[in-house]
């Protein structure tokens, strides 16, 4: 996925309902796992330094090393039982 983190050191990687529409639930920070890389290293510079459920707004999202233009982040889901 492609995020806009220009001005920002986090960008969200995923509401509720784009979590539900992949993964055909709602996520559970109880078990759940979302683990996210910058894709493209050399071109943006930035580190992604944690990923973050915020219950208020239902968001996951990824925490970066610092701002920067357009992003690319590669994830992987991990859903437990």
């Known amino acids: 996925m492609v995020r806009n983190a ?46 973050i459920y915020d219950p208020n707004t239902k968001h996951i999202d990824a925490h970066l090393s610092g701002t920067t233009g357009a992003i690319r982040l590669n994830y992987i889901i991990t859903l437990g039982a």
């Open 6 to 51: 220009s001005g920002f050191n986090a960008v969200m990687v995923f509401g509720p309902e784009q979590f539900k529409e992949i993964a055909g639930r709602a996520f559970d920070n109880s078990k759940d796992c979302i683990s996210v890389i910058n894709a493209d290293g050399n071109a943006t510079g930035a580190l992604v330094m944690g990923v």
